[in-house]
């Protein structure tokens, strides 16, 4: 399995990064996970064909995690030229919220006649799904996004790969990710207990639970970026945007 690091800033551009996305490939499959507005920005600088992308898997419905699909939307139609299918996965209510925003930014872009077959997947929180050769498991986590938000366990090619999403500690996070070969964090601040996030200090104190093999911090503010070379555990990779993990 190969993680690449499209994009590991938080909503505000904090370091400069770019809004949540992560490119796999694994099994022979590649997919996304979650689509922040500048996805396609990441997916050019790295060279990597959107069309190459069967799936793409959203944590929640938040801006910086799938507003990019507005975006890929209309990439698709008029730069890629697809052709091949596409399945999004994401939360109750995803495709109308993707169509809303969609018709806001480029009005008129969603009525348009599509060459490839776009599909919409609703997760159910602990309920496996098997998209292609992958299988994903949600777990509802603490973070409002006027639909459930999730932490993603994500199976393929014998290797776990989970994504904590946003949120503040809940005790959902441990299945999500207990054993996981690499397990994708965010980590917001450096210590304290930000509302509806988490800090290293939290984390910390429950990775032994957990019992990942690797966990990366991600989605970190500047205050938490500019102490995050205090992190000793051996465990831990930061994240930074093109990053590639091979798993
Ligand atoms: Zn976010
Ligand atoms: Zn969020």
């Not at 890929?72 to 139609?77: N, R």
């Not at 292609?132 to 199976?155: D, N, Q």
């Not at 500019?226 to 000793?232: G, I, K, Q, T």
Request: charged share 20%; hydrophobic share 45%.
């Amino acid at each position: 399995m190969r993680l690449t690091v499209v994009g590991c800033g938080d909503a505000f551009g904090s370091g400069g990064r770019l809004q949540t996305c992560y490119h796999v490939e694994a099994a022979g499959t590649r997919f996304l996970i979650d689509c922040g507005a500048t996805a396609l920005i990441g997916l050019s600088r790295l060279g990597i064909d959107p069309n190459s992308i069967p799936a793409i898997f959203i944590s929640h419905l938040h801006g910086d995690h799938y507003a990019g699909l507005v975006w890929w939307l209309i990439h698709a139609q008029h730069v890629a030229k697809r052709t091949v299918p596409l399945t999004v996965v994401g939360p109750e209510g995803i495709e109308a919220r993707f169509k809303a925003a969609a018709e806001v930014l480029f009005p008129g872009s969603t009525g348009v006649q599509r060459r490839y077959d776009l599909a919409f997947l609703e997760l159910v929180r602990e309920t496996p799904l098997d998209v292609g050769s992958v299988r994903v498991t949600p777990f509802e986590v603490k973070h409002p996004s006027g639909a459930p938000s999730y932490a993603l366990r994500l199976e393929v090619g014998g290797k776990v790969l989970s994504f904590s999403g946003d949120t503040e500690w809940i005790d959902s996070l441990v299945p999500a990710g207990h054993a996981a070969d690499l397990y994708i964090i965010e980590c917001y601040q450096f210590e304290g207990e930000p509302r509806f996030h988490m800090s290293w200090k939290t984390i910390r104190a429950q990775l032994d639970r957990i019992a990942p093999k690797r966990v990366m911090l991600t989605h970190m503010a500047e205050p938490m970026l500019a102490r995050r070379h205090e992190v000793s555990d051996p465990r831990v990779v930061l994240a930074e945007d093109g990053l590639v993990l091979d798993l």
